[in-house]
């Protein structure tokens, strides 16, 4: 029989947060990163703020880029979290267990919508 307490605990593939926690930082900077540049572009834009320049800003190569990129981040961001709260609140496994496969259904449905709309552009 296994000790499983004290430094003869077994452990068994668990990374306990870290890996989590150091994807919500990383996704949220290039969020906050992604907004400083819209808003900077923005404000720094002179005239009215119509169609034509919105498209203009997410027009060049280096913002779709950016843009899709932080569309994945935030795909990443919301998963993380959301499976998080339902691991720590939701104590039914086959509720658990539905209510992340709807996450993950609805979060890639969101991200092929959200890329959809980037390749108008």
Not at 31 to 39: A, D, E, N, S
Not at 72 to 94: C, E, F, N, Q, S
Request: net charge positive; charged share 10%.
């Amino acid at each position: 029989m296994s000790v499983n307490y004290g430094s003869k605990r077994v452990v068994v593939g668990a990374h306990y947060g870290l890996r989590d926690w150091l994807a919500q930082r990383v996704t949220a900077a290039l969020i906050v990163l992604f907004t400083v540049v819209v808003l900077a572009q923005v404000l720094l834009t002179s005239g009215d703020i119509g169609y034509d320049k919105w498209a203009g800003i997410f027009s060049t190569q280096w913002m779709k880029a950016l843009t899709f990129s932080v569309f994945i981040a935030l795909t990443l961001h919301v998963w993380v979290g959301v499976r998080d709260i339902w691991m720590d609140y939701v104590k039914p496994v086959a509720v658990r267990l539905f209510l992340q496969v709807f996450t993950m259904v609805w979060l890639v449905s969101c991200l092929g919508w959200a890329i959809q709309v980037l390749w108008r552009l």
